[in-house]
């Protein structure tokens, strides 16, 4: 049971990236999903996340009007689009889910599965 992250690379600063997150080994379409992030030398922090039904979403202040979360239960995956990108969005980005029909994953502790990471390098 696996969490594939991809379509991180580099990027200048004000370009978009397209993050992907799909899911093998079984089926996560009605669990909460979400999207991390860990920066040389920080701790992993919370980007955006979205409820089972995507319904509600939710951002951290630095990416509010620049990301945007969606989600396709028919495919089994969840994605982030990153506009407006800028140097300190440099990072790893981590997907995650956590229970059935469960909320927006917004911390770590609600996480039940990760994905393996990708990075996302913004140069000025």
């Known amino acids: 049971v696996q969490l594939q992250a991809s379509g991180g690379g580099l990027v200048q600063a004000g370009g978009s990236l397209r993050l992907s997150c799909a899911a093998s080994g079984r089926s996560f379409s009605n669990y909460g999903k979400g999207w991390f992030r860990q920066a040389p030398g920080k701790e992993r922090e919370f980007v955006a996340g979205?409820?089972?039904?995507?319904?509600?979403?939710h951002y951290a202040d630095s990416v509010k009007g620049r990301f945007t979360i969606s989600r396709d239960n028919a495919k089994n995956a969840v994605s982030l689009q990153m506009n407006s990108l800028k140097p300190e969005d440099t990072a790893v980005y981590y997907c995650?889910?956590?229970?059935?029909?469960?909320?927006?994953?917004?911390?770590?502790?609600?996480?039940?599965?990760w994905g393996q990471g990708t990075l996302v390098t913004v140069s000025s």
């Open positions: 979205i409820s089972w039904s995507g319904d509600n979403t």
């Open positions: 995650a889910a956590s229970s059935p029909f469960g909320a927006a994953v917004r911390t770590t502790h609600q996480a039940s599965r």
